[in-house]
Nanobody
Framework: VQLQASGGGLVQPGGSLRLSCAAS????????IGWLRQAPGKEREWVSC????????YYADSVKGRFTISRDNAKNTVYLQMNSLKPEDTAVYYC??????????????WGQGTQVTVSS
């Protein structure tokens, strides 16, 4: 089982990045995929999630209207498009899989994280 997060980097405030989370080793279609982040010295924060069957999407208030989650089940990949980035978005971003719907509390699999730094 593997979740491979990628796409992080250094971007100026107001810029954009697209994160990818490629999954293998489990039945991707059955799992909701979430994105979480952790900034230095802070607790991990839930960011967004997309359910497996109904493709419902959910966002933290801090990113609503700026971030968009999507998934391509043919490629076993979930994306997080991040626009209008702010310095407070700086964190290590993780993708995680939980069976079925987005509950945000019981992840079965985790990716390794990708660093996003928003700075001028």
């Amino acid at each position: 089982v593997q979740l491979q997060a990628s796409g992080g980097g250094l971007v100026q405030p107001g810029g954009s990045l697209r994160l990818s989370c490629a999954a293998s080793g489990f039945t991707f279609d059955y799992y909701a995929i979430g994105w979480l982040r952790q900034a230095p010295g802070k607790e991990r924060e839930w960011v967004s999630c997309m359910s497996s069957s109904d493709f419902n999407t959910y966002y933290a208030d801090s990113v609503k209207g700026r971030f968009t989650i999507s998934r391509d089940n043919a490629k076993n990949t979930v994306y997080l498009q991040m626009n209008s980035l702010k310095p407070e978005d700086t964190a290590v971003y993780y993708c995680a899989a939980e069976f079925g719907l987005c509950r945000g509390s019981d992840y079965d699999y985790w990716g390794q994280g990708t660093q996003v730094t928003v700075s001028s």
